[in-house]
């Protein structure tokens, strides 16, 4: 099975996300899939704060934060991967460029490489952050950016068997409730 959760900051979609994974996790080895590459104190802190919550819940760690395709003669055929997040994953590939360009085919790639790695596992459970509802106008990074995480976010979705997105701490479904 294949899920897909977004939504916006601290707004409960990791939790239900591990929740998710954790059900589906009946045969396979429970996998997180951790894709942020820390870049500050912040970011470590969010990592802290992430494997303190999934502590005791039986995930085994997987840190793949850019090229997952290289990845995929390693995946559990028979395991559940929670993937989060989709957002961190695109910002690796898309700025991973020392010369400061934006990598244009981040997009594409990322999304391709996601599908084909949860064609290979029993159970995915992909999170992305709901970025598109801010300022009217961005630079040419974030705009970049923002296009790209909506085609992947698309892509991914498309392909799911469940769809939700956590608005204000509240689950809407949009396919698959009964799924789960």
Known sequence: MRIYISGGAKNGKSMFAQEIAKKLSSEGHLWYLATMEPHDDEDLARIARHRDERAGWGFRTAEWGR?????CEEIDCKGTYL????????????????????????ADKTAE????????????????????????????????????????????????????????????????????
């Open 83 to 106: 993937v989060d997040s989709v957002t961190a994953l695109l910002s690796n590939e898309m700025f991973s460029g020392m010369s400061g360009e934006i990598n244009k085919n981040a």
């Open 67 to 71: 090229n997952i395709a290289l990845h």
């Open 113 to 180: 490489e996601l599908l084909a790695f949860s064609e290979k596992a029993e159970n995915v459970v992909f999170v992305s952050d709901n970025i598109f509802c801010d300022a009217a106008f961005y630079d040419e990074w974030t705009d970049s950016y923002r296009e790209g995480l909506a085609k992947v976010d698309r892509t991914i979705a498309e392909k799911c068997d469940v769809v939700a997105e956590f608005s204000c701490g509240q689950i809407i479904f949009y396919k698959g409730a009964e799924l789960i």
